[in-house]
């Protein structure tokens, strides 16, 4: 799942991909409805790449908490985060264990499920397994044929 380029804008509801920059700021498009926006640098932006979430060792990256939960809901969509309290708080003790219950609140949960499914919902969760083991075939591959060339 690539998230380099998905953004939380403060204020503004769900997530946006950024698109480009200009001298004033950026041009980011929401992934709820699709429309474009010119957001300041003044503003309060996240980048989801750069979020962690804090456990009792230390701070796991958002990335990976997105990718346990693809692998466990097998890239459908996790329960919504209108769920009660005690359900989501549940369900994220199975996706992460040992998440600091102090420092973690429901409200971030909240944030955490709604942008897996909003992800979810737009085919942006994808299995990175499949990727890996198909340049391993193909680097296996291309060994055979060099040793042809070789003996020919």
Same mark, same amino acid.
């Given at each position: 799942?690539?998230?380099?380029?998905?953004?939380? +804008? %403060?204020?503004?509801?769900?997530?946006?991909?950024? #698109? +480009?920059? /200009?001298? /004033?700021?950026? @041009?980011?498009?929401?992934?709820?409805?699709?429309?474009?926006?010119?957001?300041?640098?003044?503003?309060? @932006? %996240?980048?989801?790449?750069? +979020? %962690?979430?804090?456990?009792?060792?230390?701070? =796991?990256?958002?990335?990976?908490?997105?990718?346990?939960?693809?692998? #466990?809901?097998?890239?459908?969509?996790? +329960?919504?985060? #209108?769920?009660?309290?005690? /359900?989501?708080?549940? &369900?994220? =003790?199975?996706?992460?264990? $040992? &998440? $600091?219950?102090?420092?973690? &609140?429901?409200? $971030?949960?909240? #944030?955490?499920?709604?942008?897996?499914?909003?992800?979810?919902?737009?085919?942006? @969760?994808?299995?990175?397994?499949?990727?890996?083991?198909?340049?391993?075939?193909?680097? /296996?591959?291309?060994?055979?044929? =060099?040793?042809?060339?070789?003996?020919?």
């Amino acid at each position: 799942m690539n998230i380099e380029k998905i953004l939380a +804008i %403060s204020g503004k509801p769900g997530l946006y991909e950024l #698109k +480009i920059q /200009t001298r /004033t700021g950026f @041009v980011a498009e929401s992934l709820l409805d699709g429309k474009k926006i010119t957001v300041n640098l003044k503003a309060n @932006v %996240s980048l989801l790449s750069e +979020i %962690s979430i804090y456990t009792y060792e230390a701070e =796991k990256p958002l990335a990976e908490i997105l990718n346990t939960i693809a692998k #466990k809901e097998k890239n459908g969509p996790a +329960i919504s985060h #209108k769920e009660d309290a005690a /359900t989501l708080a549940a &369900y994220f =003790k199975e996706i992460l264990p $040992d &998440y $600091d219950e102090e420092r973690v &609140y429901g409200s $971030d949960i909240k #944030k955490v499920l709604n942008w897996y499914n909003l992800l979810q919902s737009k085919g942006m @969760v994808k299995d990175e397994a499949p990727k890996a083991s198909s340049k391993e075939e193909s680097v /296996t591959e291309e060994k055979p044929k =060099k040793a042809k060339a070789k003996k020919a």
